[in-house]
């Protein structure tokens, strides 16, 4: 009798619970349980250490020279007359019919970039431009570390601005922030929230435009987020706010590590989340069919899985250059630093696809949709004339290592309140439910409406408006703590 009635209890059970739906639930449960082990890891930071990447060996007798200067952008008409040289010997091929972006920038499409570059762009103007925000540098750990400092003009009696260090990535630079400080410095005469104003931080990364590049091996993001932090110290700022994308978010997630009694908050709109293994796995296999079962919303599934899977081309078609800078970048830098019009080429696809993918389907690229040439161009200029694209592309060298899933900052979570802007057309989208498990205080994760990888260059006013969300619910926490 006994066996009887077990027997019709398991036909029973799995005439309502098929083993298709019970595998992901058990596989689901499973990923909980190996969640609930890990969640009970203490806070950790990473250890700052010191570094020295200057060409001469680190003054003993009369320390490092801690001063911090004006520094003005200047028009070399040498340089210039050069640069138009080698525009005017740009050897052009064929593009192939129907090729769009496909294959990369459309050689047709270059060729009227390089027309305008030649006989249109204005680089005095844009100097002038460039020079509005008032730029420094100072010499930290052996290097010329160059940043803008923009304080608000018009603070209200007894209002505060809050300091924000924002860091730039690759291909960009500090110029990717020029359409966002305003909003961010003078929030109140662009319409946004006049009780939040910052004072903003942007340095160029070292290796980066106008930053001296390290003469040593080994600079990495670790070696920035230190340099980074020393120079917010000698700007008198103990506590502080960081905002990143790209490398800027490695940084000041590594920053965060670092000194998370300086940070109040941190600002991201991409995010660095080490491969977690079979929990990664589990949670991508489980989220195509059962999200409710992983903590996935229909917002994330309908942002990741067009890439995984089937598609995860699409995702491989767009890497091919982090291969490259991350193993051999002074061989593709040996041409690019010698001809304008290749590194053009090289970073303009970049400005293409990467803010909105379809963009590979059209001729121009649609490079002119979110951008104006002079600005694309005078970020391709502050890599030319400063000669940075070899070392900038190095910096992927020194962070693509052997340990890099084993290293200390790879294994530490991030415990600073952070705040998560996840925009549509980004290279990887990273749900809440993986970011928490590296990031253990989310304050604010935003699906953001429209935008791609250049987030602040793109869309300014989106990202401004969700930094000054993300740090109003900081300081509303803080309050209420104190």
């Known amino acids: ?52 990447w200057g060409s001469d060996r680190k003054p003993r007798l009369l320390g490092e020279d801690t001063s911090v200067r004006p520094f003005t952008i200047e028009v070399s008409e040498e340089a210039i007359k050069d640069l138009h040289e080698r525009l005017d010997r740009t050897r052009f091929f064929e593009a192939l019919e129907n090729s769009q972006f496909h294959y990369g920038i459309n050689s047709t499409a270059l060729q009227r970039i390089v027309t305008y570059w030649r006989n249109d762009f204005d680089w005095s103007k844009q100097v002038e431009h460039l020079n509005r925000y008032p730029h420094y540098k100072s010499n930290i750990e052996g290097l010329e570390v160059h940043f803008i400092h923009v304080k608000p003009p018009n603070l209200a009696p007894g209002q ?3 300091p ?3 860091v730039h990535g690759w291909p960009g630079s500090v110029y990717e922030f020029y359409r966002i400080i305003p909003l961010l410095t003078e929030p109140a005469k662009h319409g946004l929230n006049p009780d939040l104003v910052f004072e903003v931080i942007c340095p160029s990364i070292p290796g980066y435009g106008f930053s001296e590049a390290s003469h040593k091996k080994g600079f990495n993001a670790v070696a920035a987020a230190r340099v980074f932090y020393k120079l917010m110290l000698r700007l008198g700022f103990r506590e502080f706010y960081l905002q990143g994308g790209d490398w800027g978010s490695l940084i000041t997630t590594t920053l965060s590590q670092m000194k998370p009694e300086a940070v109040k908050g941190l600002h991201l709109n991409m995010v660095f989340l080490p491969f977690g293994g079979l929990r990664h796995i589990l949670t991508l296999v489980v989220g195509r069919h059962f999200p409710w079962l992983v903590g996935m919303t229909k917002e994330d599934v309908r942002r990741i899985y067009p890439y995984f899977g089937k598609n995860v081309y699409a995702l491989v078609r767009e890497s091919g250059y982090l291969h490259i800078q ?14 304008p019009a290749g590194l053009a080429a090289y970073i303009l696809e970049k400005f293409s696809t990467w803010t909105e993918p379809n ?123 104190q």
Request: some cysteine.
């Open 326 to 339: 991350a193993t051999k970048p002074d061989t593709p830098g040996s041409a690019l630093n010698d001809s």
């Open 164 to 166: 924000l260090l924002m």
């Open 359 to 481: 963009f590979r389907e059209l001729e121009d690229g649609g490079l002119e949709r979110k951008y104006s040439l002079d600005d694309l161009l005078t970020n391709v200029m502050i890599y030319w004339l400063t000669g940075s694209i070899t070392s900038s592309m190095r910096f992927y060298k020194e962070n693509f290592t052997r340990s890099m899933l084993t290293s200390p900052e790879a294994k530490t979570q991030v415990y600073v309140p952070t705040g998560i802007a996840a925009f549509p057309c980004e290279l990887v989208h990273v749900p809440r439910v993986l970011a928490k498990e590296k990031f253990r205080n989310i304050v604010t994760y935003t699906y953001m409406p429209r935008g791609g990888h250049f987030a602040a260059m793109e869309e300014p006013e989106l990202l401004a408006k969700d930094v000054q969300n993300f740090v109003s619910e900081v300081e509303k926490r803080r309050r209420k703590s």
């Open 160 to 162: 505060k601005a809050l």
């Open 1 to 52: 009798m006994w066996r009887q009635l077990l027997e019709d209890g398991r036909s029973a059970f799995n005439e309502h619970w098929p083993r298709s739906v019970l595998v992901p639930v058990a596989i689901g449960l499973g990923g909980v349980l190996v969640g609930w082990m890990f969640s009970g890891r203490k806070p950790k930071t990473i250890e700052m250490r010191d570094g020295w």
